[in-house]
């Protein structure tokens, strides 16, 4: 019946050995700390530009296809075949509100870069 006495054992000295030896980590370990926390922040931000711009191609992507489909399904049997015109913007992609948050995404990673540095 020791058996169980033995697992508390262990768990109050790693509690004991934790609690007197974690003031000197803590200090000794802050700046590697905080340099990981700021990869990880700008590990999130290149992350949640790639997801934005992912977004953006699938919108687009769905997009033409149900325009094509549109196209095709309106065209009469007779026609040769020929692809429709997209209607684009002005540089040549479709405007999607995730084009848009991608360039906020984009400046404000950008105007934190700087002020970082």
């Known amino acids: 019946m020791a058996a169980p006495i ?3 054992a262990l768990g109050a ?3 004991a050995v934790l609690a007197l030896a974690a003031p000197v980590v803590s200090r000794n370990s802050q700046p ?3 340099e990981i926390i700021k990869a990880a922040l700008v590990l ?7 997801a934005v711009e992912f977004v953006e191609t699938l919108e687009d992507t769905y997009a033409e296809a149900r325009l094509e489909a549109a ?3 309106s065209a009469p049997a007779s026609s040769g075949g020929a692809a429709p015109a997209r209607k684009r913007a002005s540089d040549g992609r ?3 509100p995730a084009r848009k948050t991608a360039k ?3 400046r404000r990673a950008a105007a934190e870069a ?4």
Not at 44 to 50: F, L, S
């Open 13 to 15: 000295l790693a509690g």
């Open 94 to 96: 479709a405007r999607s």
């Open 114 to 117: 700087t002020a970082n540095a």
């Open 71 to 73: 196209t095709t399904a």
């Open 44 to 50: 999130a931000r290149q992350v949640q530009v790639k």
């Open 6 to 8: 033995v697992p508390f």
């Open 104 to 106: 906020r995404v984009t």
């Open 32 to 34: 590697a700390l905080k």
